[in-house]
C-alpha cells in the first residue's frame, strides 16, 4: 500500500491502460465503474416509473394538487392518456441534454465508460452525425418546450396554494413548490439557455442590452456550473412529488396542511 501511495502518476498512453478494454479493467481495483453502474439503475429505474405512470398509473390529482407527469391537462378523458401529451417534450429535453448525453454515453453504450478505459465499440467514430445520435441537436429547440412545460408546473403550485377559495399550505405544496425550483434550476442552468443569453457576443457594451445580458449570463454561468446537480435533483424531485400526490390522493398518507 505504501508503495501505490509513492508512485508517480504515469500518463495512460504510456501504460498502455488507454488500450485496454473495459472488461479487462473491470478486474483492476479502481471502481470505475461504480458511477456508470449506478447510473444505468437510476435512470433506468425512472424510465420504468415514467413509463408505468403514463400508461397505468391512472390519473393523479387531489385537489389542490396535480401530478407533474399529468400538467397541463390536456384531454382527461379522451382515449391516450394525458401523461403521453406532456412526457415527450421534457423527456425529449433531458435525452439531448448534454449532461445527459455523457451519462449515458458512459454508462449505457461505454463510448468511453471512464477516462482511460477502452471503448467496446469497434467501428469507427461517427459523433452525433448519424442516426439516432444526430437527434441531439433538437437540444435547443426541445428547451423552448420544456420550458412551456416548466410554466404550467409553476401555474399548477400556485394554484395549489388555494381550495375552493381558501389559503392552504400543505407539505404537498411545499414539495410541489420545491420541485419546480429545481425544475427550473435545471432548465434555465442549460448550455442552451446559456448561449442564447450569452453566445454570439464578443463585446457586451456594443451590444443591445449589454449590461443585464452580461448579468443573466453570469447568473446562468452559475447554474449550469452545477448542471449535473440540477439535472439529478429535478428527477428525483419529479418522482417524489408523483409518489407523494398519489399517497394522498389514495389515502395512504394524510397531508399535514394549514
Request: with cysteine.
Amino acid at each position: 500500500m505504501a508503495q501505490d501511495a509513492t508512485t508517480k502518476w504515469t500518463p495512460p498512453e504510456r501504460t498502455g491502460l488507454a488500450k485496454e478494454s473495459a472488461f479487462h479493467r473491470l478486474r483492476r481495483r479502481a471502481p470505475w465503474w461504480l458511477l456508470p453502474l449506478t447510473v444505468v439503475t437510476v435512470l433506468s429505474a425512472f424510465i420504468v416509473y415514467g413509463i408505468w405512470t403514463a400508461f397505468f398509473g391512472g390519473k393523479v390529482y387531489t385537489a389542490p394538487y396535480l401530478s407533474p407527469f399529468y400538467s397541463p391537462q390536456i384531454w382527461w378523458n379522451g382515449p391516450v392518456t394525458p401523461a403521453l401529451w406532456v412526457l415527450p417534450f421534457p423527456l425529449l429535453f433531458r435525452a439531448t441534454c448534454y449532461y445527459y448525453r455523457k451519462a449515458y454515453y458512459r454508462s449505457f453504450f461505454w463510448d468511453p465508460p471512464a477516462c482511460a478505459v477502452g471503448e467496446a465499440r469497434k467501428k469507427p467514430y461517427k459523433g452525433e452525425t448519424r442516426f439516432p445520435l444526430f437527434l441531439s441537436n433538437l437540444h435547443r429547440y426541445a428547451m423552448y418546450l420544456a420550458v412551456i412545460v416548466l410554466i404550467f408546473l409553476w401555474i399548477d403550485a400556485i394554484a395549489a396554494f388555494d381550495l375552493n377559495g381558501h389559503f392552504y399550505l400543505g407539505l404537498g405544496t411545499a414539495i410541489m413548490v420545491i420541485n419546480c425550483i429545481f425544475l427550473s434550476a435545471y432548465t434555465f442552468g442549460c448550455h442552451s439557455v446559456r448561449h442564447l443569453i450569452g453566445g454570439c457576443v464578443d463585446c457586451y457594451s456594443k451590444v443591445r442590452g449589454g449590461v443585464k445580458r452580461y448579468e443573466g449570463w453570469k447568473f446562468i454561468t452559475k447554474l449550469n456550473e452545477r448542471h449535473a446537480m440540477w439535472a439529478w435533483l429535478s428527477l428525483f424531485s419529479v418522482v417524489a412529488t408523483d409518489v407523494y400526490i398519489r399517497l394522498v390522493m389514495t389515502g395512504i398518507i394524510t397531508d399535514p396542511h394549514f
